[in-house]
């Protein structure tokens, strides 16, 4: 496998994005929690190659309001759980919020809120499988693996509505 990255600024702060084998594969903010260390993201590369232009050009869009969804290549690695938790991210509208336990039924496990919170916290694509769109179960603003700040900045983009009350 190849592993490459680049460094990308964004009104959230400076991006690290991830490829393995063409595909983005991480999005890592400054200070997130499960970033993983910087010897793991491989070669640096300018942001003009592929995968990252297109990516940057996405998130572009998305950061200006004029994107709802992407469509990139993604390599997820993680255990078939994640997998399925972050797959059902993808499904959660823009504009839109989750709770723990809404998305835990979704997957047909409607007890496993705190595995899916688990799951949940180790995106490693923040923004692009949209882990900001989940929620507590009275709608306030917890955990946020870039920061609450960043989450709720993000749902204020969106326009979701969700609550500030934080814990």
Sequence with gaps: MTTTHTLLDSPYGPLTL??????????YMTDQRHRPPEE?????????????AEAA???GEYFTGDRHTFDLPLHL??????????????????GETR???ELAAQLGKPNA?????????????????PCHRVVGAN???TGY??????????????????EEVLF
Excluded: C, M
């Excluded at 991830?18 to 999005?27: E, F, M, N, Q």
């Excluded at 078939?80 to 059902?88: A, L, M, T, Y």
């Design 57 to 59: 050009r996405q998130l």
């Design 99 to 101: 709770t723990y336990g």
């Design 77 to 94: 690695a993680g255990t078939p759980f994640q997998r399925r938790v972050w797959e059902g991210l993808s499904t959660i509208p823009y």
């Design 139 to 141: 709608g306030s603003l």
């Design 40 to 52: 793991n993201f491989g070669l640096r590369v300018a942001p003009d190659e592929a995968p990252f």
């Design 113 to 129: 809120s705190r595995a899916v919170g688990l799951a949940n916290g180790k995106n490693p694509l923040g923004i692009v499988v």
């Design 18 to 27: 991830v490829a393995t084998d063409g595909a983005l594969s991480g999005l």
């Design 145 to 162: 693996g870039g920061g609450l700040d960043r989450k709720r900045r993000l749902l204020e983009l969106e326009g979701s509505g969700a």
